[in-house]
């Protein structure tokens, strides 16, 4: 796609679009990108960037990560801050798979120990942590039991024996989003999730073992920091979200926010996907509590998964965790709204942040952060396709230009349909396993959406967030064995 004639470019990696652009801009949008990612970003994110650049109370820019695609109102990759006070609330700012995210988790094993057992590590993990639409975990909780897990989230799990109190102190929030208000949230969306926590679902979802090799340990301090000490280091990384749980909320949100919108708060928006209520208005505060709820789902999910992780290495191996060094990194949000304290216009003030596949990204001495990480930033865990590799990057002071948001993965070229039509799974399964990438999958279908092709350069991606000065590269991790929903 040529760069559209509305984008100007302001740096090498900042290309913007003026609120002379669209009929009802109250800022102007912000994309990142070099010339080659902006040329293949579809034409429905100049849309949708510009289409959020028009909601009630947003501040300084509508914003476009380098991995962006077209989403569903917002683009996949978006972030919009807006005044608590004066603002809105949208579902499409957030994502139907309410905080979607990564968590990575280091050893002190090196690829050579690791090898021997790699399938049998990656087929039991393949058993233990079901994956695909419809999967179902191995606790059983009533709905108030599940009730309870999403107002506590993944405290809830540590309690019960599911991880370690550590794990709390490397999770955004400690590991419980507070607000979190199970009234809020219909029994249909209960009903979808009260079954699924320790799953990771379909799609982009995955589990994967991976190597940091010494050439790709570009910030040695900050990655010993991070926990990776070790040449060849193996360490697990995945990505999952609150399941059909989340989808619910955001569903019953959008249909009534779309009921009231206009007809009680005179809201009109471009694009129905963006409906959105006032932050401080009953629905709208009703919609927060509910995703929170989501939020809390998510961070129990991926601590149950965490859990399972841990005893399969153990069994496998023969050690305990503690012994081979399974700690957590960071766990990461993608999609979420969360009020933080910014400085805009000069002044610190209160504002509700969208991220919408996106990630946060604090920067070093903020107040958010575990005191471990404080000197050299936020851990920032950036998932890239099953082929490829993915990265860990840490927040910047000059993150402050994008609310400390950055990028959250490599980001889709190609739909889904199209990615199918290119790639055949089983054939891709057994050419990966010859690279020396052992892959468990649910679909060969969803295998071949998911296929390498199908995404950006990651490296091109990272170098953007590096080169506009919102997060740094730290390491960069090579896949050797991925369960795939």
Same mark, same amino acid.
């Given at each position: 796609?040529?760069?559209?004639?509305?984008a100007q470019?302001?740096?090498?990696?900042?290309?913007e679009?003026?609120?002379?652009?669209?009929?009802?801009m109250?800022?102007?949008?912000?994309i990142?990108?070099?010339?080659?990612?902006?040329?293949?970003?579809?034409e429905?994110? &100049?849309?949708?960037?510009?289409? /959020?650049?028009t909601?009630?109370?947003?501040?300084?820019?509508?914003?476009?990560?380098?991995?962006?695609?077209?989403?569903?109102?917002?683009?996949?990759?978006?972030?919009?801050?807006?005044?608590?006070?004066?603002?809105?609330?949208?579902?499409?700012?957030?994502?139907?798979?309410?905080?979607?995210?990564?968590?990575l988790?280091?050893?002190?094993?090196?690829?050579?120990?690791?090898?021997p057992?790699?399938?049998?590590? /990656?087929?039991?993990?393949?058993?233990?942590?079901?994956?695909?639409?419809?999967?179902?975990?191995?606790?059983k909780?009533?709905?108030?039991?599940?009730?309870?897990?999403?107002?506590?989230?993944?405290?809830? %799990?540590?309690?019960?024996?599911?991880?370690?109190?550590?794990? !709390?102190?490397?999770?955004?929030?400690?590991? %419980?989003?507070?607000?979190?208000?199970?009234?809020?949230?219909s029994?249909?969306?209960?009903?979808?999730?009260?079954?699924?926590?320790g799953?990771?679902?379909?799609?982009?979802?995955?589990?994967?073992?991976?190597?940091?090799?010494?050439?790709? /340990?570009?910030?040695k301090?900050t990655?010993?920091?991070?926990?990776?000490?070790?040449?060849?280091q193996?360490?697990?990384?995945?990505?999952?979200?609150s399941?059909?749980?989340?989808?619910?909320?955001?569903t019953?949100?959008?249909?009534?926010?779309?009921?009231?919108?206009?007809?009680?708060?005179? &809201?009109?928006?471009r694009?129905?996907?963006?409906a959105?209520?006032?932050?401080?208005?009953p629905?709208?505060?009703?919609?927060?509590?509910?995703?929170? %709820?989501?939020?809390?789902?998510?961070?129990?999910?991926?601590?149950? &998964?965490?859990?399972?992780?841990?005893?399969?290495?153990?069994?496998?191996?023969?050690?305990?965790?503690?012994?081979m060094?399974?700690r957590?990194?960071? $766990?990461?949000?993608?999609?979420?709204?969360k !009020?933080?304290?910014?400085?805009?216009?000069?002044?610190?003030?209160?504002?509700?942040?969208?991220?919408?596949g996106?990630t946060?990204?604090?920067?070093?001495?903020?107040? $958010?952060?575990?005191?471990?990480?404080?000197?050299?930033?936020?851990?920032?865990?950036i998932?890239?396709s099953?082929?490829?590799?993915s990265?860990?990057l840490?927040g910047?002071?000059?993150?402050?230009?994008?609310?400390?948001s950055?990028?959250?993965?490599?980001?889709?070229?190609m739909?889904?349909?199209?990615?199918?039509?290119?790639?055949?799974?089983?054939?891709?399964?057994?050419?990966?396993?010859?690279?020396?990438?052992y892959?468990?999958?649910?679909?060969f279908?969803?295998?071949?959406?998911e296929?390498?092709?199908?995404?950006?350069?990651?490296?091109?991606?990272i170098n953007?967030t590096?080169?506009?000065?919102?997060?740094?590269?730290?390491?960069?991790?090579?896949?050797?064995?991925?369960v795939?929903?």
């Open positions: 796609m040529p760069i559209p004639s509305a470019k302001i740096s090498d990696t900042i290309w679009i003026p609120t002379s652009h669209k009929e009802g109250r800022v102007p949008a912000r990142y990108a070099t010339e080659k990612l902006m040329g293949e970003m579809d429905g994110v &100049i849309d949708q960037v510009t289409n /959020v650049a909601l009630p109370g947003i501040l300084e820019y509508a914003y476009c990560m380098p991995d962006g695609h077209w989403g569903y109102g917002f683009p996949i990759g978006g972030v919009a801050a807006m005044d608590a006070e004066e603002g809105v609330i949208s579902p499409g700012g957030i994502g139907f798979d309410i905080c979607c995210g990564m968590r988790v280091t050893t002190n094993l090196t690829h050579d120990e690791v090898k057992h790699l399938k049998k590590l /990656v087929d039991r993990l393949f058993e233990r942590v079901p994956a695909g639409v419809g999967s179902t975990g191995f606790l909780l009533s709905h108030n039991a599940f009730r309870t897990v999403v107002e506590e989230g993944a405290r809830w %799990c540590v309690k019960k024996g599911y991880g370690w109190e550590e794990d !709390l102190e490397r999770t955004e929030e400690g590991g %419980c989003i507070a607000g979190a208000d199970a009234s809020r949230i029994r249909k969306a209960v009903e979808r999730g009260f079954n699924q926590i799953t990771l679902g379909s799609g982009n979802h995955y589990l994967e073992i991976q190597v940091a090799k010494p050439a790709f /340990v570009y910030d301090k990655a010993e920091v991070f926990g990776i000490t070790v040449p060849d193996v360490v697990v990384m995945f990505h999952c979200g399941r059909g749980f989340g989808h619910q909320v955001a019953d949100y959008l249909q009534l926010f779309l009921k009231v919108m206009q007809r009680k708060y005179g &809201i009109r928006v694009d129905r996907e963006l959105c209520a006032p932050f401080r208005s629905e709208g505060q009703d919609y927060f509590a509910a995703m929170r %709820c989501g939020v809390n789902m998510s961070l129990a999910n991926r601590q149950v &998964i965490l859990h399972r992780i841990r005893e399969v290495f153990s069994e496998v191996l023969g050690r305990s965790a503690e012994e060094g399974m957590m990194v960071y $766990d990461v949000a993608h999609n979420t709204a !009020l933080e304290r910014h400085v805009v216009d000069g002044a610190e003030r209160e504002v509700l942040v969208h991220r919408k996106a946060r990204a604090f920067g070093p001495g903020m107040a $958010d952060l575990p005191q471990h990480y404080r000197q050299v930033g936020q851990p920032v865990i998932g890239g099953m082929e490829t590799g990265y860990l840490a910047v002071e000059s993150g402050a230009q994008t609310f400390f950055t990028a959250h993965g490599s980001g889709r070229t739909s889904r349909t199209r990615a199918r039509k290119q790639f055949h799974g089983k054939r891709l399964q057994q050419e990966m396993e010859q690279r020396g990438i892959v468990r999958t649910v679909s279908r969803g295998l071949a959406e296929a390498g092709g199908a995404y950006k350069d990651i490296d091109e991606v953007v590096q080169q506009a000065g919102i997060s740094r590269r730290v390491v960069r991790f090579i896949p050797i064995g991925n795939k929903g």
